[in-house]
């Protein structure tokens, strides 16, 4: 609800906002900017989402993340280490203050969020549970799966919905449970199981660059079937509210920017801005810097050097990449999706 605030309760606004901006920064923030380094919890290997070249560079929509937050905090996308989790290893990586941050394709679910002493900052990407099979299987279905062999990694909601979905069907499984990436996909292509079901995303990324010749990824199909809600995002720890929160708004300072049309092509035009909104956005009008406790400029940072939401999707996902992955579900709320950001005031 909008409502006028009064010059009294302006003012008062102001002094806590202050008073915030003057915190001192917990534990968590303490050690990154201590370090000079942000230490991000990635995937092992998966294209558009975190992925590491002959040279070592990563790139993805998992590690635009972690390279916003290192702009907001540093200054500068590049003061990142990418540590790669499995699916099983990366809880215990972020409890134990291995990595900083978890962004890594991980499900935003009530037990993470509260008994695993997690918060989540945002949702990276909207996504659901789908099944791949071999094109020559004959198979148009997820329902004429009975008696499927099925690769499936363990400790993952995947393995929970899998189960769930076979059960409410009436069906059954042969599960084929392996850990690491490479080789669940590697059981999945030489024929050890008929069917791999992960994050449909993933398939889509998993067809589009590991299909291992003489296949192809015509030889492939992806289900219509879609049998669970998936919202990834990246994760901290409990127990440092101010990192979490430079988190949950670097992600959201992508969004927003994309929303008023600031990219990383035209943010130096948009300094120049009279609309209010961006100009709050970008610093001109300063006070979210300073309520946040990083520099003012640290949108302009991040969309500068990784560039706002649809960027980085288009980049790493979407048209712009080899993934062609329609925006669907993460379109800006503006144009019928659910990416959407508080503002920033």
Not at 5 to 22: D, K, P, Q, R, Y
Not at 30 to 37: E, H, L, M, S, Y
Not at 100 to 126: E, K
Not at 286 to 297: F, I, Q, R, T
Request: charge should be neutral.
């Amino acid at each position: 609800m909008r409502t006028i605030t009064s010059l009294a309760g302006a003012a008062a606004l102001a002094v806590t906002i202050g008073a915030a901006g003057a915190a001192h920064a917990g534990k968590d923030l303490d050690a990154v900017k201590a370090r000079g380094q942000l230490i991000c919890g990635v995937g092992t290997g998966t294209a558009g989402f975190a992925l590491a070249d002959s040279k070592g560079v990563w790139t993805g929509m998992d590690v635009d993340v972690c390279r916003a937050v290192a702009a907001a905090v540093f200054g500068d996308a590049t003061k990142v280490k990418y540590v790669p989790t499995t699916a099983q290893q990366r809880f215990t990586a972020l409890q134990s203050g291995e990595v900083d941050i978890l962004s890594r394709t991980t499900t935003w679910t009530l037990t993470r969020d509260t008994a695993l002493g997690f918060d989540f900052t945002g949702v990276t990407y909207y996504d659901g549970q789908g099944f791949m099979v071999n094109k020559k299987l004959g198979v148009k279905s997820a329902k004429e799966l009975n008696g499927a062999t099925v690769c499936v990694s363990p400790g993952t909601t995947t393995e929970l919905n899998l189960a769930d979905y076979f059960r409410a069907n009436k069906m059954q499984f042969k599960p084929v449970v392996i850990e690491k990436a490479d080789e669940i996909r590697a059981a999945f292509f030489s024929g050890r199981c008929d069917v791999y079901t992960t994050d449909a995303s993933s398939l889509y990324s998993v067809r589009a660059a590991n299909v291992p010749a003489p296949l192809t990824a015509a030889d492939f199909v992806i289900l219509p079937e879609i049998i669970s809600k998936e919202p990834l995002g990246p994760v901290v720890r409990h127990g440092d509210n101010q990192f979490g929160d430079i988190v949950r708004w670097s992600l959201f300072a992508m969004v927003e920017a994309e929303e008023y049309g600031i990219t990383s092509k035209n943010v130096d035009e948009m300094l120049k801005s009279e609309d209010p909104t961006i100009k709050r956005i970008l610093g001109v009008t300063p006070g979210m810097g300073k309520a946040l406790g990083v520099d003012e400029k640290w949108v302009v940072n991040i969309i500068k050097q990784v560039g706002n939401y649809g960027e980085a999707f288009d980049r790493n996902l979407g048209m712009g990449s080899p993934l062609k992955i329609e925006r669907g579900l993460n379109q800006l709320w503006t144009k019928g999706g659910l990416q959407y950001a508080p503002p920033i005031r």
